[in-house]
């Protein structure tokens, strides 16, 4: 199976998304990426990475929600840890710059695959959106580090409400570097990272490392304990219930609205 599509042009590294139908994430996604990324960072002709999708509409719908309903809790963990520790670790250590190109749905996990670059670079027509918490699960991980970026109110906005948000509002965030014209999109990513690779590679590496340890914010001591809150969000009857309505394309029952219809 076809995970996602690598090439390298100018100088740059192409890792493109291609896990028809929706890019979801399960672990073989999720090692094919961290395994690309690794590469890049080995070849000492790439300046710069570029991850974007082939997928039109898509850029990573999230966490494979089949597959997480039929996971045991250590198989959650080990899916978590691959996402929110090792994908992580992977950027953190990379000697280069990384851009996600985003066009298409955000969502969920898929938002942490994005601003796991260095800069994100949407289109105009891109949307974004945390919609854990309405099948039952928690986007823990953003819990660390979104209020840092947004502000603490504004996170617990976008994290309880579970709304979508389009690629101008993102901007306003900071949450995304540049909008483009989804026409343009993959066209301007690449001048960007060509300008990026064209800086002196020592300095530059030199600058990222100080860059990303100086905004870690004791990240991997605070993402332990996110992983906890998911798996253990997981394990809820809540999470069973949303998650099969997810893959039943119908509205959950959480016990506390048939309650209330029953008053």
């Given at each position: 199976m076809t995970f996602l599509r690598y090439e390298v042009r100018d100088?740059?590294?192409?890792?493109?998304l291609c896990h028809a139908p929706v890019n979801a994430l399960d672990e073989a996604m999720l090692d094919a990426l961290i395994a690309a990324?690794?590469?890049a960072n080995a070849d000492s002709n790439v300046r710069a990475v570029l991850l974007a999708s082939?997928?039109?509409?898509?850029?990573?719908?999230?966490?494979?929600?089949?597959?997480?309903?039929?996971?045991?809790?250590?198989r959650i963990h080990a899916l978590l840890?691959?996402?929110?520790?090792?994908?992580y670790d992977t950027q953190f250590n990379l000697t280069k710059p990384s851009i996600s190109v985003v066009s298409g749905a955000v969502r969920?996990?898929?938002?942490?695959?994005?601003?796991?670059s260095d800069m994100v670079v949407a289109a105009d027509t891109a949307t974004f959106g945390y919609p854990e918490i309405d099948v039952g699960?928690?986007?823990a991980i953003h819990y660390v580090h979104l209020p840092g970026i947004v502000g603490k109110h504004r996170a617990f906005d976008l994290l309880f409400t579970g709304r979508t948000f389009d690629a101008q509002e993102?901007?306003?965030?900071?949450?995304?570097?540049r909008v483009a014209p989804e026409a343009e999109l993959l066209e301007q990513a690449r001048t960007l990272a060509r300008s990026l690779a064209g800086k002196p590679p020592q300095v530059l590496a030199m600058g990222r490392r100080a860059f990303v340890y100086s905004n870690d914010n004791e990240y991997r001591r605070r993402v332990a304990t996110a992983v906890e809150v998911f798996c253990n969000a997981a394990a809820t009857p809540e999470?069973?219930?949303?998650?099969?309505?997810?893959?039943?394309k119908r509205a959950p029952q959480w016990g506390g609205r048939r309650d209330e219809r029953q008053d």
């Open positions: 100088q740059i590294a192409e890792i493109h990324l690794e590469r082939d997928l039109p509409g898509r850029f990573c719908a999230g966490l494979d929600m089949k597959k997480l309903l039929g996971s045991t809790p250590a840890s691959k996402l929110y520790i090792k994908l969920g996990g898929g938002m942490t695959v994005a601003i796991s699960v928690l986007p993102a901007h306003g965030l900071g949450l995304v570097a999470a069973r219930e949303g998650l099969s309505a997810f893959v039943q």
